[in-house]
């Protein structure tokens, strides 16, 4: 991991540049409990905001988007009336679809807890399998950086799939 962090990364892209491009799949990073099931705190609203408006200008094919995270390790858990828990990852889901995203286009990762993790499944659990190359992820302006160095790192990881990653960071 050190020497993926001793790569350069690349500039994040923009907003209206990911508008501009055919994507397989949005990735958006959780960030903290949600405060309620279909909410998010304000940063990670942001990240949802961004995929919502890169899905809708998608010209022909929609892009996928799939939420990660199961909640944070450090943080305790939202849990609905009955005390079950109300992931990281479905509480962005339920903001996205609030945003009008289709909800055959949403899907969730609610088993990492981590930035390394939340790769991880990304790579294993949905795009091995789905086949999607072409992604972007989206996370916060402050973190950009370090998501940036964990995705390269695991995307990266032999068998190599030919990913095309980029990167978007919300205010």
Known sequence: ?????????????????????????ILVLGGGAPP???????F???????????????????????TLSAGTAHVPQLLDAR????????????VLVDLGVAVEDVFVETTSYD??????????????????RRLLVITSDFHVERTEAIFRWVFGAAPTEHYAVSYLGTA
Not at 87 to 93: D, N
Request: proline share 6%.
């Open 36 to 42: 309620a099931p279909r909410k998010q705190l304000p």
């Open 1 to 25: 991991l050190a020497l993926v962090f001793a790569q350069a990364a690349a500039a994040p892209i923009t907003l209206n540049e990911a508008k501009a491009q055919p994507w397989d799949a």
């Open 83 to 94: 005390g079950a828990v109300i992931f990281e990852a479905t509480a962005s889901a339920a």
């Open 44 to 66: 990670v609203a942001a990240r949802c905001e961004a995929a919502a408006e890169i899905w809708a200008a998608a010209a022909s094919t929609k892009p996928k988007i799939l």
């Open 115 to 132: 930035t390394i993790s939340n790769a991880f499944f990304a790579r294993t659990d949905h795009s091995d399998l789905a086949g999607w």
